[in-house]
């Protein structure tokens, strides 16, 4: 009828119309698009899809240790089983706790027999954390004992003890005129014994 009233209201029709279907169906979309994302899926996704990425997720951020088989190997068999005995476990925490008392047993103005005899324990203790690793590799194996970190900084203060070991022989032998400066670093690391401590109370 070319009435501006009918042409304003159907031109208004048309726009609002227009705009909120539009912006309730880009809604719907960001809100859908939303909680996907939250979940941390994708819309794009499968079922199978998401699944096959969560049981990727699992894995690679697992916390699962590795743990040994029993060898067949009659000797290494035999470590095996020393090493998962009660006995040997209770035997390492009353080295580790007796290691921890004898570095904190020093004094100023120690007689030189003193000084000895704690440096024969030290020797014993270096020999007795030695063959703990040795059996503890001979069971597992290298290639699960290096895997464990705390295995690794176990080995790490067996090795600096024996080079302090060797260090102090041939200082005895008076050969080679080693630094002291390397000594007194070698036998810091006596000290880090305590941090074992520290691991079986945590």
Not at 24 to 50: P, W, Y
Not at 94 to 123: F, H, M, P, R
Request: hydrophobic residues 50%; contains cysteine.
């Amino acid at each position: 009828t070319g009435d501006p009233a009918y042409m304003g209201f159907f031109f208004l029709f048309v726009c609002l119309a227009n705009f909120l279907g539009l912006g309730l169906f880009v809604g719907v979309l960001c809100d859908h698009f939303s909680n996907e994302a939250g979940k941390g899926r994708s819309a794009f996704m499968t079922d199978e899809q998401i699944h096959w990425i969560e049981t990727q997720k699992s894995v690679l951020f697992s916390n699962a240790v590795v743990r040994a088989r029993a060898p067949k190997n009659l000797y290494r068999k035999f470590c095996w089983k020393v090493v998962r005995s009660k006995i040997f476990n209770f035997i390492v925490t009353a080295l580790i706790l007796g290691s921890v008392v004898l570095t904190s047993i020093n004094y100023k103005g120690e007689s030189d027999e003193y000084v000895a005899n704690v440096k024969a324990a030290n020797q014993v203790f270096t020999c007795l954390f030695t063959i703990e690793a040795v059996l503890k590799i001979s069971g597992d194996g290298p290639k699960i004992y290096f895997k464990r970190i705390s295995c690794c900084f176990d080995f790490s203060l067996v090795c600096t003890s024996l080079l302090d070991e060797l260090a102090s022989g041939l200082e005895l032998a008076g050969g080679l005129g080693l630094n002291t400066d390397v000594l007194f670093i070698l036998r810091i690391f006596r000290v880090l014994r305590v941090s074992r401590l520290l691991r079986l109370l945590g």
